[in-house]
């Protein structure tokens, strides 16, 4: 039986990471799973047991800043923002997300 899903294509995630803080300014974790949920009208979730770990990854590869601040309900977290290495990242990432969907459209299409 077929389940219908809506993980994260594998590979996918740091283009959305990078992607959501570059519009949508420094978040923290959470933040950034419901802006990917919301901009996606529900078609994709982030669970956080791999957000976190690619967030460490990505500010270990000099992507992302972090910084302690406070949310909006008045809690600690750590906010993440895009760094000037992650903004010439994210265009690569834009430029292989378009040459992979171009490709797999092409399969599609061809008859």
Known sequence: MARNRNDILQGTLALLV????????PMHGYAITSHIQLVSADL????EGSLYPALHR?????WLRSTWGVTEKNREARFYS??????KQLAEEQASWS????????????T
Do not use: F, K, N, P
Not at 18 to 25: E, F, K
Not at 58 to 62: A, L, N, V
Not at 82 to 87: E, F, S, V
């Open 18 to 25: 990078l992607r959501s803080l570059a519009v949508a300014g």
């Open 44 to 47: 994709l979730r982030v669970e």
């Open 58 to 62: 990505m500010e270990q590869d000099g």
């Open 82 to 87: 895009i760094t000037a290495r992650g903004r």
């Open 99 to 110: 040459r992979l969907t171009e490709g797999v459209s092409r399969v599609l299409r061809y």
